[in-house]
């Protein structure tokens, strides 16, 4: 069979040439979720992964079906995705999946949407998918911890018609913490060190599981790359190396494509981007990825020019994402308008906060492992923040009173920013996650068409674990 694009994958493998594109670097699908009975099993346990050096030992992780990352799952727009994690980890999980506007009781927070899986328990998710576009899946139980210990994956959803001659191409970055041992550092879990001041930041980044990601190219080669940032706490600040990059989705939503105005990618943990580029390496070529939030140029991965004769598309391909079946509708005048006060951490001046239905002071708030407020709450609550009719535009005006920037994730919608310290964007992106800068406000809009109970926190996972967490709710 000779190998004309666009070949399905399920031909690809059936074909026979599946190590070929393995080494090619093309994405093959490990698993497919399929509208059947039988869901897929998704096994969460202990592992160990390669993401040192050759010649380093393997660090002992806990990952999802033994690799990591996560196998991606991917689906069709509008198909049912039918997954059974099964749990082999020491403690209880959940899963979440990270920006799908799913139905509520699959959405994976362990006492707000589900009981937590037990240790060798199982829970069977099953959920449509409505929108096309590049999505994560995530434990939502100490998820400081286990996402840490390398628990995530890809939930990809393709349009209708998958763009032709254009490769499909995923990158997941997450920077690891260490010890000189290559072993995930355990003893700094839980510090408050990292839980008052940044997060757990890492000291390797991977992308791909890997310390120097290659990915070979041919000449003229049009790649749609999905990104996607999965560390504690790190904001990347990647960029590619090669002209004529521009970016066509933000977190799973297509925006109208446009060059990277810097050539920078600044993705906050949590953040996908989808870009699409033109790649024009010749014989010895590559193109570097870098990343650079650690203050110095580090780079974690190449393209490299690999011959090929195998022609993937005659003329331009085009990569027009159709727009997903958002409710965009937003009716402003008539929004109900939330405020959400963010404080706390080092340097902060929070005096005391609500816990548990008790007011503390810092001292005592450290003492329960909490150091943020969201309106001068610190974690959960057993009634929402607010609770809107469903189709109701509501409006969040988010003000971060720290001096650390956040990454506010909304469960179950998209928004759009509207403003950033009172001055309009000019945005166009609906977003799950939004960065909002030391003592930045931003101020986001959405309709409120999800019935169900949705979590709002700071994606800074050890930020999330010590306060920056509430809910909101949609009513039926
Ligand atoms: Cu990706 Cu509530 O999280
Ligand atoms: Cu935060």
Redesign the pocket.
Known sequence: MSARFPLTRRCLLKSGMALNLAALGLPLARAWAQSTEEPRLLTAGPGEALLLPAGQPPTRTWLYDGVSPGPTIRARQGEEVAVRLVNNLPQPTTL?W?GIRIDNAMDG?PHLTQEAVPPGGTFDYRFTVPDAGTFWY?P?DRSWEQVARGLYGLLVVEEPEPAEGIRDFSIVADDWRLGEDGQIDEASFGHMMDWSHAGRLGNTLTLNGQDLLEVLIRHNAYMRLRLCNTCNARVLQLRIEHPGIQLVALDGQPVAPRPLADGYIRLAP?ERADLLIHFYLEPGDTAAITEVSGGQRLEVGRFVYHPTDRVLHRSEPRLELPANPLSTDLDLANALAVELLMEGGAMGNMAQAMHHGQMMDMRGLVGKGMAWSLNGTAGMTDTPLFTAPRGRTVTVDLRNETVWPHAM?F?GHHFKVLERNGQATEDDAWKDTVLVDVRESAKIAFVADNPGKW?I?C?MLEHQAAGMTTWFQVEA
């Open positions: 979440h990270h927070v995530h939502h949590g994730h469960h979590m926190h994606h």
